[in-house]
């Protein structure tokens, strides 16, 4: 039997969370996991706008991650993580994105300004998915019907943190200067 992409179950404007809960598509952890899948489809254009490969590889890494922080933001009871194994997110993860971090600024000259978004296609498209991160960060902030997993809100701070340097890092590639403010 083939499955259709669409399902009628939300013509009414809800939608089902990972517990079986009927919710408003309006609902605040709708609107989070959407604004992480909004980040994800941007962290895929930065690719396609052209990234060093190295580069490329840690988005696509990113953008796996970030399926489970959907999956983790969709799921009010936290039962999923112990029942699948890809939408671990832990301390590890959040380390990780930090020594990326610290790699990367190692090639970087010394930040003293502020500086302008733009530069190459492939690290526009990372100033512009670091400013969606933020915003989805905010939108879990907004769930208040039951608590966030800590470790999703610090990921999508570090995260924000690590898009800012990797569009830094692009830009560099690309032999593109950086704008001062």
Same mark, same amino acid.
């Given at each position: 039997?083939?499955?259709?992409?669409?399902?009628?179950?939300?013509?009414?404007?809800?939608?089902?969370?990972?517990? *079986?809960?009927?919710?408003?598509?309006?609902?605040? =952890?709708?609107?989070?996991? *959407?604004?992480?899948?909004?980040?994800?489809?941007?962290?895929?254009?930065?690719?396609?706008?052209?990234?060093?490969?190295?580069?490329?590889?840690? @988005?696509?890494?990113?953008?796996?991650?970030?399926? %489970?922080?959907?999956?983790?933001?969709?799921?009010? =009871?936290?039962?999923?993580?112990?029942?699948?194994?890809?939408?671990?997110?832990?301390?590890?993860?959040? %380390?990780?994105?930090?020594?990326?971090?610290?790699?990367?600024?190692?090639?970087?000259?010394?930040?003293?300004?502020?500086?302008?978004?733009?530069?190459?296609? *492939?690290?526009?498209?990372?100033?512009?998915?670091?400013?969606?991160?933020?915003?989805?960060?905010?939108? %879990?902030?907004?769930?208040?019907?039951?608590?966030?997993?800590? @470790?999703?809100?610090?990921?999508?701070?570090?995260?924000?943190?690590?898009?800012? @340097?990797? %569009? =830094?890092?692009?830009?560099?590639?690309?032999?593109?200067?950086?704008?001062?403010?």
């Amino acid at each position: 039997m083939e499955l259709k992409i669409y399902t009628r179950t939300g013509d009414d404007g809800t939608t089902s969370l990972f517990d *079986g809960t009927r919710v408003s598509k309006a609902h605040p =952890r709708v609107v989070a996991y *959407g604004a992480v899948d909004e980040l994800n489809a941007q962290l895929g254009a930065a690719i396609s706008a052209g990234l060093d490969p190295a580069l490329a590889e840690k @988005v696509t890494h990113l953008q796996r991650d970030l399926f %489970a922080v959907g999956a983790r933001l969709a799921d009010p =009871r936290h039962k999923i993580a112990a029942r699948v194994e890809k939408v671990s997110l832990s301390d590890a993860d959040v %380390a990780r994105l930090e020594s990326w971090i610290d790699a990367l600024e190692e090639t970087l000259p010394p930040l003293r300004h502020f500086i302008l978004a733009g530069g190459a296609p *492939g690290g526009a498209a990372l100033h512009v998915a670091r400013t969606v991160c933020r915003r989805a960060e905010a939108d %879990a902030l907004r769930i208040v019907d039951s608590e966030i997993e800590l @470790v999703v809100l610090v990921y999508l701070n570090r995260l924000s943190d690590l898009l800012f @340097v990797m %569009a =830094r890092a692009a830009n560099q590639a690309a032999g593109v200067p950086e704008q001062i403010w």
